[in-house]
Nanobody, 124 residues
Framework: QVQLVESGGGLVQAGGSLRLSCAASGRTFRTYTMGWFRQPPGKAREFVAAISWTSDMTYTADSVKGRFTISRDNAKNIVYLQMNSLKPEDTDVYYC?????????????????WGQGTQVSVSS
């Protein structure tokens, strides 16, 4: 069992930055692929970024490539999403998720555990 708690969301002006954190419980954190997703109001949840166990593989959605960076600290059981050059269209609820597998994956059904989400709002 893995419990995930996101933090770091908030209100920021366009062009600004935020760093989201996801703290995971459990001693097996390092055996989980971690991902970030986001959900606009009234729309489906979409993939943002994923990172493998040892951080040797990362994958970022085209919509945020070059602006968002995923990273993890297995010693602290935390995964991060650094978001730079934020745009109003990045306004969403952001979710952290864990998949018990090697490598990286994007489909939501592959992820076993989810956090409760954190709101990110970008003003123009």
């Amino acid at each position: 069992q893995v419990q995930l708690v996101e933090s770091g969301g908030g209100l920021v002006q366009a062009g600004g930055s935020l760093r989201l954190s996801c703290a995971a419980s459990g001693r097996t954190f390092r055996t989980y692929t971690m991902g970030w997703f986001r959900q606009p109001p009234g729309k489906a949840r979409e993939f943002v970024a994923a990172i493998s166990w040892t951080s040797d593989m990362t994958y970022t959605a085209d919509s945020v490539k070059g602006r968002f960076t995923i990273s993890r600290d297995n010693a602290k059981n935390i995964v991060y999403l650094q978001m730079n050059s934020l745009k109003p269209e990045d306004t969403d609820v952001y979710y952290c998720a864990a998949a018990h597998m090697k490598g990286i994956t994007t489909p939501q059904p592959k992820y076993d555990y989810w956090g409760q989400g954190t709101q990110v709002s970008v003003s123009s």
